[in-house]
T-cell receptor, first 111, second 114 residues
């Protein structure tokens, strides 16, 4: 299975600022997924990121708030923009290879 | 679109008790099924997966799950739980061979008392 390095592992941010989360995969993958896990809840898909094309966002998520980059087949970033306390969550990236590996997550707290 | 239901939101067991967590999915075609575990303060880990073949799947840490196609179910079992099994458990489904997004159930929070 692919191995994903995700960083930062956690951060505390001021409201109104932005945070960029990075995921590096040890092999080339076509699709990468970004999920959000709000406190006490299950995982919700934010968007699917394919290399060389615009990310596809799920209902309720927009590019202005969660811009995604996918410059190559092993790397992607998710930015949480203009943050508010409601954005406090764990953000995870995932790749759709055998077993759907997940990154270790970024625990974001917005104050 | 596929969906997943986990009927038990909270389960409390004593050590050595047997565990069965329910998972039912809704999808008309062939699926791949997964169970993930999230220990307190830790990230998501894959417990086991079903792609095809033997419907009884064995995973890590003594867990197993049985895929019953006629019931659209993929229940997770463990014959004897330990205090260290305290965690949240998520069932997930994806159409087979599609590499589409995983759809997760709402999760079951398991507390094992020593």
């Amino acid at each position: 299975s692919a191995v994903i390095s995700q960083k930062p592992s956690r951060d505390i941010c001021q409201r109104g600022t932005s945070l960029t989360i990075q995921c590096q995969v040890d092999s080339q993958v076509t699709m990468m997924f970004w999920y959000r896990q709000q406190p006490g809840q299950s995982l919700t898909l934010i968007a699917t990121a394919n290399q060389g094309s615009e990310a596809t966002y799920e209902s309720g998520f927009v590019i202005d708030k969660f811009p995604i980059s996918r410059p190559n087949l092993t790397f992607s970033t998710l930015t949480v923009s203009n943050m508010s306390p409601e954005d406090s969550s764990i953000y995870l990236c995932s790749v759709g290879t055998d077993g759907y590996t997940f990154g270790s997550g970024t625990r974001l707290t917005v104050v | 679109a596929q969906s997943v239901s986990q009927h038990n939101h909270h389960v409390i067991l004593s050590e050595a008790a047997s565990l069965e967590l329910g998972c039912n999915y809704s999808y008309g075609g062939t699926v791949n099924l997964f169970w993930y575990v999230q220990y307190p303060g830790q990230h998501l880990q894959l417990l086991l997966k079903y792609f095809s073949g033997d419907p009884l799947v064995k995973g890590i840490k003594g867990f197993e799950a049985e895929f019953i196609k006629s019931k659209f179910s993929f229940n997770l079992r463990k014959p004897s739980v330990q205090w260290s099994d305290t965690a949240e458990y998520f069932c997930a489904v994806v159409p087979a061979r599609s590499f589409q997004k995983l759809v997760f159930g709402t999760g079951t929070r398991l507390l094992v008392s020593p």
